[in-house]
Structures are given as structure tokens and as C-alpha cells.
């Protein structure tokens, strides 16, 4: 079965509000986690990853969070713009393969 | 090359017959990777290759697929007499090496008909 899982398939979320995309995993031995953006017709795309040293990391408007206590992270998407409409996928670093969830579709309502 | 390069973009086949799918990593990059992404799903992995050695076969679905990076550059996924189950986006990544940032193409969808 999968080793990470989002909590919500989709999402919808008004122009120029923060996005909050959920996802829980069920290895507590994961070190390394990463998230993709994936839009139409497209290869996932990196957006910012973090590793198991660490409960926060951020970025260009995105930010992770990772609770190492309820195996769960999110990813915080700050002032979505219509570009942000994708598929988001947590994934989960063993080594060197990706064990990706099913993935949240975002979409950006003007 | 700027990006990871797979060709073709759309395949159509028919049941029984055989495909080639092509992947053309950045340069230099020494990891490879296929994945299978199916409708509406994440990426499931499917084989991984350091430079030419195909170290972790483990995700692929049958003897049907077959894996080859023979001078540690170009990769090519084959599957031999397609079913409809085979029908999926192929992914293509690679990375500079382990635990390193995987770029991906933008994948060859296959429907077999």
C-alpha cells in the first residue's frame, strides 16, 4: 500500500488567499521528504523539500511543516495565484526512490 | 540538454504489439529513473539505473517491461505485447545522484487500444 497519503483529493481556493495542502505518512523511520507540483500534461516539478531534522522549512511563498510526532506535513501555499493551479503531490525519499500519495488538485478561483 | 527529453509524447498501440519509449536525462546526470503514473494517481516507481548498471528493477509490473541504459545516457523503456492495463503516463527523472533533486520530462502518455 501507499506509504504517504493526502488528506484531500481536491481543493479550491479563491485568488490571493494562503492554500493548505495536507499529507500523512505512516513510516516513522522516513527522513526525507519532498513536494511536486504537477500540472497538465507535464513532469512533477520540485517544490521544496525537508528532511527529518527539521519541523519547518521555507521557501519562495511555499512553506513545509513537518510533525515528526503525528507523521504528517503540509504545504503552505502563500497568496495563490492562478498559476498555482496544479496537481500536488508529498512524496517520500527512501534512498533514492519516490514513493509519491495520490495527490490534492488545486484549483484557483479568480 | 536544458531538461529531461522523452520521446514520443503520445503512443498509441494495440493490444499485442511491442513500444519503445525513449529518455534523454541532463547531462551528466548519473541516476535514472522510470516511473508509471496512472490515471488520476501519483508516480509509482518502476526501475532505477547508476549510470549504466540497473541497480533496482523491482517496480516493474511483468517480464513484459523491459529496462536498458546501455552507455550510461539515453534510457529506453520497452513493453512487449502491450495489454490495455499498460496504459498510463511513463515518467522519466534523473538526478546528479542519490538523494539529489529529480527532474523529470514531461512523460510519454501510451493508450493501448
Known amino acids: 500500500g501507499e506509504s504517504v497519503g493526502l488528506h484531500l483529493p481536491t481543493l479550491s481556493v479563491q485568488e490571493g488567499d494562503n492554500s493548505i495542502i495536507n499529507c500523512a505518512y505512516s513510516?516513522?523511520?522516513?527522513?526525507?521528504f519532498i513536494w511536486y507540483k504537477q500540472e497538465s500534461g507535464k513532469g512533477p516539478q520540485f517544490i521544496i523539500d525537508?528532511?527529518?531534522?527539521?519541523d519547518k522549512r521555507q521557501g519562495q511563498r511555499v512553506t513545509v511543516l513537518l510533525n515528526k510526532t503525528v507523521k504528517h506535513l503540509s504545504l503552505q501555499i502563500a497568496a495563490t495565484q492562478p498559476g498555482d493551479s496544479a496537481v500536488y503531490f508529498c512524496?517520500?525519499?527512501?534512498?533514492?526512490?519516490?514513493?509519491f500519495g495520490a495527490g490534492t488538485t488545486v484549483t484557483v478561483r479568480a | 540538454g536544458a531538461g529531461v527529453s522523452q520521446s514520443p509524447r503520445y503512443k498509441v498501440a494495440k493490444r499485442g504489439q511491442d513500444v519503445a519509449l525513449r529518455c534523454d536525462p541532463i547531462?551528466?546526470?548519473?541516476?535514472l529513473f522510470w516511473y508509471q503514473q496512472a490515471l488520476g494517481q501519483g508516480p509509482e516507481f518502476l526501475t532505477y539505473?547508476?549510470?549504466?548498471?540497473?541497480?533496482?528493477k523491482s517496480g516493474l509490473p511483468s517480464d513484459r517491461f523491459f529496462a536498458e541504459r546501455p552507455e550510461g545516457s539515453v534510457s529506453t523503456l520497452k513493453i512487449q505485447r502491450t495489454q490495455q492495463e499498460d496504459s498510463a503516463v511513463y515518467l522519466c527523472?534523473?538526478?546528479?545522484?542519490?538523494?539529489?533533486?529529480?527532474?523529470f520530462g514531461q512523460g510519454t502518455r501510451l493508450t493501448v487500444v
Open positions: 527523472a534523473s538526478t546528479r545522484g542519490m538523494n539529489t533533486e529529480a527532474f
Open positions: 525537508i528532511r527529518s531534522n527539521m
Open positions: 539505473f547508476q549510470n549504466e548498471a540497473q541497480l533496482d
Open positions: 547531462s551528466g546526470h548519473v541516476s
Open positions: 512524496a517520500e525519499n527512501n534512498d533514492y526512490k519516490l514513493s
Open positions: 513510516n516513522s523511520a522516513s527522513d526525507y
